[in-house]
C-alpha cells in the first residue's frame, strides 16, 4: 500500500477537458471555445492553489464540474453578483452570448459515442418551491446543461 506523508496530492479532473478542448472543432465558435478554456483553467489553478493552500492532507477536485455548477448559477445571476461571478470566475473575455453553449459544447464532446471512456457528469437545478424562476432560465438550464429546477423546501 502506498502511503504518503506530510504532503498534497491533488489530482485535477481538468486534462480531460483540456484534451477535449484541444480540438476546437468541438465548439460552433472555436474562439469564445478557446477564451472559455483558458478562463477555466485559471479559475482551476486560482482553486488548486488555495485549497493546497488550507490543507497538508491529499486533495482530489474536479474543476470542471465546479466550473458548470457555478456557470449554471451565473445563468441567472444579475448585477453585482454576476458581476463578482464573472471575476472569480474568469468570464470576462468571453462573450456572454457563446458562454454557456461553449459549456454544453464541452460536455457534448466528453461524451461523444465513440470515446473510449464515459464521463456521467450530474447537474441539476434546486431552486425555492415558493419562488416563481423565469422560464427563460428554466429553459436555459435545460438546453445548456440538462439540468431540470427541482423545487425545494429551504425554509
Do not use: W
Amino acid at each position: 500500500m502506498l502511503e504518503l506523508q506530510s504532503c498534497a496530492v491533488t489530482v485535477l479532473i481538468f486534462t480531460v477537458m483540456a484534451g477535449a478542448v484541444g480540438d476546437t472543432t468541438v465548439f460552433q465558435n472555436a474562439e469564445q471555445g478557446q477564451l472559455l478554456s483558458a478562463a477555466n483553467t485559471k479559475f482551476a489553478v486560482e482553486l488548486y492553489n488555495r485549497q493546497i493552500s488550507d490543507t497538508d492532507q491529499n486533495i482530489f477536485i474536479s474543476p470542471l464540474s465546479i466550473s458548470i455548477a457555478l456557470a449554471m448559477t451565473y445563468l441567472g445571476a444579475r448585477g453585482q453578483t454576476k458581476s463578482q461571478m464573472k471575476d472569480v470566475l474568469h468570464f470576462s473575455d468571453v462573450e456572454e452570448d457563446h458562454l454557456h453553449q461553449a459549456f454544453s459544447d464541452i460536455q457534448s464532446s466528453l461524451n461523444k459515442p465513440e470515446q473510449a471512456y464515459k464521463l456521467y457528469m450530474a447537474n441539476r437545478l434546486f431552486g425555492e418551491k415558493s419562488y416563481k424562476f423565469l422560464d427563460e432560465y428554466l429553459a436555459a438550464g435545460l438546453k445548456y446543461y440538462g439540468a431540470e429546477l427541482v423545487p425545494v423546501d429551504f425554509r
